[in-house]
């Protein structure tokens, strides 16, 4: 059983170490300024792919509920993911992004019932900690209405998180998964058509990138994230989004020849030091179940 829960827990966290490559692939290969029309050609095509392959539409109350989770986890969420990200700089956007692990713990007494470890709350104060040390600077400013987009971005996904675990849909984690990306690109659509203007045409480098996170970075690693939340428990998932920005950093790093300061690199140790922690305290939960 410790080797399964392993084996989980390691491909789950495949999906938020490959969501890490989204900053490059954006910045090297997709044109500058269309957020919300690229989150749309992210989700849309790769939902309308899936759907094609499992050949499988919701039924009766799972048409709502692919589309309450649809915006949730990507409709919403991308879209005040995005106006964080424009209105303040990255480091604090991510900062205020890594508060979701806590909002999950907490979530997860109310709607599952699990209860709310010390541990887990220190493992996720750590985590915030290891990102801000991570992404912020010194020069860091502060909106406040992108701290409340960042925070709104944060609970839609926590929230998704532990409703994916709560309400257990009776298909597989790819059939769930094109349910989820083909609702939240129908509900994007016009967001982006009107507050975008049209993409300019697009080259051979745009298309390469647009398949990545479509089929990559958006099919594959959520269905891992899906698998994983079927599995594991919510508290145990998300705290693996912390590996996001530590993957992006160390891209930056080895792919465009940025700079990894001390403090930087405190930050990754910090944030794997978070995951590990969180792990351990749910696989002493488990191996030490209290007796009513």
Known sequence: MKTTQSFDVALTAAAPAIWGSTYLITTEFLPDGYPLTVA???????GLLLLLVVRQMPKGIWWARSFALGALNFAFFWAM????AYRLPGGVA??????????????????????IRVLSVVAGFAGIAGVA???????ASLD????????????????????????????????????QL?????????????????????DAAN?????????IGAAFTYMLWFRGLSRLEPSRVAPLGFLSP???ILLGWAVLGQQLSIMQSLGVVAVFASVWLSQQTQMARRANPVRA
């Open 133 to 139: 040390l991570l992404v912020l600077t010194p020069q």
């Open 94 to 115: 991510a900062t205020v992004g890594a508060i979701q692990p806590l909002i999950v713990i907490c979530l997860s007494r109310v709607v599952l019932g699990s209860p």
């Open 246 to 248: 530590v993957v992006a």
């Open 40 to 46: 749309m050609l992210r989700a849309l095509p790769a």
């Open 207 to 215: 298309l390469w990138g647009f398949t990545y996170l479509g089929l």
């Open 81 to 84: 993911l995005f106006v964080s």
């Open 182 to 202: 083909a609702a939240g690109g129908l509900l994007l659509v016009p967001v982006a058509f009107f507050f975008e203007p049209p993409l300019p045409p697009l």
């Open 144 to 179: 406040p209405l992108g701290i409340v987009a960042g925070l709104a971005g944060a609970i839609s996904m926590a929230v998704g998180t532990v409703l994916a675990r709560h309400w257990a849909p009776p298909v597989s984690a790819l059939t769930f998964t094109a349910w």
